[in-house]
């Protein structure tokens, strides 16, 4: 079974940069997209950005820009990279894995906080 560990949150001041990384553990397949999610406290979850096994990225309109997507298909870890960061950010932050047949891998978060 597959799990996904999230890392690298925490708190940072605007204008900064965090970088987050979500590994996954156990077999996910040649064809799979992993894409990083954000909740903010009284929204809902958005999609930030994904990337498909072949490298293919796509990044919600808010973020684009500010921050890059990007695998290593061999330890099976998808990172993410934010600059640029504003309050507007703060949210926690989702690993997910869709491989198609399989139901949804979601991680189990990572608090991202921007604050002065």
């Known amino acids: 079974q597959v799990q996904l560990v999230e890392s690298g949150g925490g708190l940072v001041q605007p204008g900064g940069s965090l970088r987050l990384s979500c590994a996954a553990s156990?077999?996910?397949?040649?064809?799979?997209?992993m894409g990083w999610y954000r909740q903010a406290q009284g929204k809902q979850r958005e999609l930030v950005a994904s990337?498909?096994?072949?490298?293919?990225?796509n990044y919600a309109d808010s973020v684009k820009g500010r921050c890059t997507i990007s695998r290593d298909n061999v330890k099976s870890t998808v990172y993410l990279q934010m600059n640029s960061l504003t309050p507007e950010d703060t949210a926690v932050y989702y690993c997910?894995?869709?491989?198609?047949?399989?139901?949804?891998?979601w991680g189990q978060g990572t608090q991202v906080a921007v604050s002065s």
């Open positions: 990337i498909t096994n072949g490298g293919h990225t």
């Open positions: 997910k894995l869709w491989r198609p047949g399989f139901p949804d891998v």
């Open positions: 156990g077999s996910i397949f040649s064809i799979n997209v």
